[in-house]
């Protein structure tokens, strides 16, 4: 009877070769199918939370980002210039250190309307420099050359400068910010308002407005 | 004294055996070593590979010892490789071994690629160790990019933003993708933390992990036998003829092919030392601060080519060509050995191989060298400091004068050199009155037109007019001024007088 019986590890494909085992162990067969199914099942908890958090930055909704916040007195700005205004971003968080500032440039137009223009440019998001003398904005990467109401002049840009939102509260100008402007993440695109330009020669009507592009 | 060098002998080669009965890797490695190989296998050309793998080793044991100090904090990082260029005694060097490791690597690892593929040795059996090697050569790159934002400067901010305004322009996901690649919406503690992850973990492991593979791939199919034009790869003869061959001619590859690697390799890194030692590291520049904007901002040497692509692509096609050139590109590289896996090796057979390689390295050269001098961008500070050449002054009536003097003061200079000082974005003014007629200029200057910005809004007439006088004197070496042809004959028609062609100046007193 001993004989007969079997130990626990012992099977009776003991004579076969070891390839004959492997597709004869059916049961184990069909347990290591299924501790591999049971990893993906695990794999596919442990990833999901992991992409997540990988992703996480890329879900939050731009129009979310930011805030507003104030840039300064409305008498910071004298009348028909181009001032440059620094700002602690408001989405910078504790160790952005340096990189949590931010720059713009803040336009007076007349009292009560103004332009806020991002420093990067629509290029390829170097920081540009406003040239009153030229009435320009000029960058020093590749060369873009904006208007000074921001509008394309000349260079690789596709598009004018960045523009923040802005209001007045009493006598303090107040943007909204957050993104980092990109062509993907603009800092706004609402309707720019209209600039009377002087035509230059009174005789020449030929001079297209600057509200059409100029095609380089 | 016999007896005792004996018994040390003994002892050493017990403890060997007791070593290799338990570890078993050192004999398998001795004799892969020692693998035969082709004799023409071991020449000057093909030691490349074995000095981008110790140039990798360099790196990895610098920036370990870099990590050290490195804080890769915001916050913290400039003031850290500061302290570290300063403060800590060689820190200055090895930041330096670590900046020019990563120049030689770049370089070592494309010429390798040139050799490669010059000699056809991508083609059948070794297409997947080229397939692994464009990665190897992409995952090179990434490391010095991600190594650029390490060294956390204006440069490397700057070259963050213009990443980030390339990911915007893929459509639909481009705002995702910023927020992905930036960790947040803006460039700061989370961007340089997981540049930082990238710099030293994912991008290192791939690279080693790739190397290892690399690397066994060239041990299985055994180092590429020399060229010879006539001698055709074939799938069903190449592996016969190569062990023929290796049978025929085989030398040991340590040490009889080795040595020309390992003394290439020392010459390597001492070009690295030497070059980190009398030229020191680089960098960093001015603070990581965006509201610094005295800046020119401006790609690490490797990347300098793109930096002027972009500066000459046209607006209307730069985006479509941003995203998928690149992807053309590298697909074009990796699929080469599966298009072209038989065939001829040797470079005299295989003209449009060898014409490619030229185009691609002149033209790599020149946009790199266009890089370093960036002639489309102003000269932000010509107006104020180019003086205005005093020929040009001489003899000049006042209006003139004050011509030169809102020539100046508007910045023209920025883009326009005159007796070849200021800026190159637009033509030299030398001899703008032999080319353009004083209706031209007025036009151009108030109008804009071609890439010049229009300047209707920031001239009132009187310095429209000065300008153009001023301009009218700059006609180079006594040349004629340029004439309106069909001006004159439009002129001439209308009166019903017959046409007088005349080189006399057009010059009009207003």
């Not at chain 2, 004294?1 to 007791?18: E, P």
């Not at chain 2, 390339?166 to 503690?189: C, D, E, M």
């Not at chain 2, 003829?241 to 390799?265: N, S």
């Not at chain 2, 108030?446 to 209707?456: C, I, S």
Request: contains cysteine.
């Amino acid at each position: 009877m001993s004989e007969l019986l079997k130990h626990p590890g012992e099977s009776s494909n003991d004579d076969l070769s070891p390839e004959g085992k492997a597709a004869a162990h059916s049961r184990r067969t069909f347990l290591f199918k299924l501790s591999v199914l049971l990893n993906a099942a695990v794999g596919t908890v442990l990833a999901v939370p992991i992409a997540a958090y990988l992703l996480a930055p890329a879900m939050k909704k731009s129009a979310n980002v930011g805030a507003w916040l104030t840039i300064g007195s409305v008498n910071d700005f004298p009348l028909g210039e181009t001032r440059l205004v620094d700002f602690q971003s408001p989405v910078a968080g504790l160790g952005d250190g340096q990189t949590g500032k931010v720059a713009c440039w803040v336009r007076h137009i007349s009292a009560e309307q103004f332009q806020v223009f991002a420093i990067n440019c629509a290029h390829l998001g170097c920081p540009v420099r406003w040239f009153a003398q030229s009435k320009l904005f000029l960058c020093p990467c590749h060369g873009g050359a904006y208007y000074e109401d921001g509008s394309r002049a000349s260079g690789p840009p596709l598009r004018g400068l960045f523009e923040y939102r802005y209001k007045l509260q009493g006598n303090f100008l107040l943007i909204h910010a957050g993104d980092m402007p990109t062509l993907a993440t603009q800092a706004s695109c609402k309707q720019k308002p209209l600039i009377e330009i002087q035509p230059a020669t009174a005789s020449d009507d030929s001079i297209p407005t600057r509200s059409t592009e100029w095609q380089g | 004294m016999a007896g005792l060098k004996n018994r040390v002998i003994a002892a050493g080669l017990k403890s060997y055996r007791w070593l290799e009965y338990r570890l078993g890797l050192i004999k398998p490695l001795a004799d892969e070593a020692a693998h035969r190989t082709p004799s023409n296998s071991a020449s000057w050309m093909y030691v490349f590979g074995s000095a981008a793998t110790v140039l990798l080793m360099l790196q990895v044991v610098t920036g370990i010892l870099l990590a050290l100090v490195y804080s890769p904090s915001a916050s913290e990082a400039w003031g850290s490789l500061q302290f570290l260029n300063h403060n800590i005694a060689l820190g200055w060097y090895l930041r330096a071994l670590h900046g020019w490791g990563s120049n030689f690597m770049i370089a070592i690892v494309l010429i390798h690629m040139v050799q490669v593929f010059l000699f056809g040795a991508y083609k059948f059996p070794r297409e997947l160790t080229w397939m692994v090697g464009v990665v190897l050569l992409l995952l090179t790159l990434g490391m010095a990019f991600t190594g650029q934002v390490m060294r956390f400067d204006g440069d490397a901010y700057w070259g963050l933003g213009i990443g980030a305004s390339i990911a915007s322009r893929v459509p639909i996901i481009g705002a995702p993708l910023v927020h992905l690649v930036l960790g947040g919406p803006i460039i700061g503690a989370a961007t340089l933390s997981r540049f930082f992850a990238l710099h030293v973990f994912v991008i290192p492991g791939l690279l080693l992990a790739g190397a290892g593979v690399h690397i066994w791939m060239t041990l299985l199919h055994g180092v590429s036998d020399w060229p010879m034009p006539g001698r055709i790869v074939t799938k069903s003869t190449y592996e016969r003829e190569y062990q023929e061959l290796t049978a025929k001619t085989g030398i040991p590859f340590v040490p009889d092919a080795a040595w020309k690697d390992a003394v290439f390799a020392a010459a390597i890194l001492l070009a690295v030392i030497a070059c980190a030692f009398f030229f020191g590291p680089f960098g960093p520049s001015g603070q990581p601060d965006p509201t610094i904007i005295q800046t020119a901002p401006k790609p690490d040497a490797p990347f300098l080519w793109i930096y002027s692509v972009l500066a000459f692509l046209p607006p209307s096609i730069e985006t479509p060509i941003i995203l998928i050139v690149p992807v053309l590109a590298i697909a074009g590289m990796l699929l080469l050995p599966l298009v072209a896996g038989e065939g001829e090796r040797h470079w005299s057979r295989r003209p449009v191989a060898v014409l490619m390689v030229a185009i691609i390295a002149v033209s790599l050269g020149i946009f790199t060298r266009l890089g370093t001098e960036t002639p489309w961008s102003p000269v932000m500070t010509a107006w104020t400091s180019d003086s205005v050449p005093p020929k040009y002054l001489l003899n000049r009536s006042p209006l003139e004068r004050q011509g030169a003097l809102v020539l100046q003061n508007k910045q023209c200079r920025n883009c326009h050199s005159l007796n070849g000082v200021g800026g190159l974005r637009g033509p030299a003014l030398d001899d703008l009155a032999s080319r353009m007629t004083e209706d031209q200029m007025i036009r151009q200057v108030l109008q804009g037109g071609g890439n010049m910005p229009a300047y209707g809004n920031a001239l009132n007439p009187a310095e429209t007019r000065a300008l153009v006088s001023f301009l009218m004197t700059l006609r180079g070496n006594h040349l004629a001024p340029a004439v309106d042809a069909s001006n004159k004959l439009a002129d001439s028609s209308e009166l019903h007088l017959p046409p007088v062609y005349t080189l006399s100046p057009v010059r009009q007193k207003q």
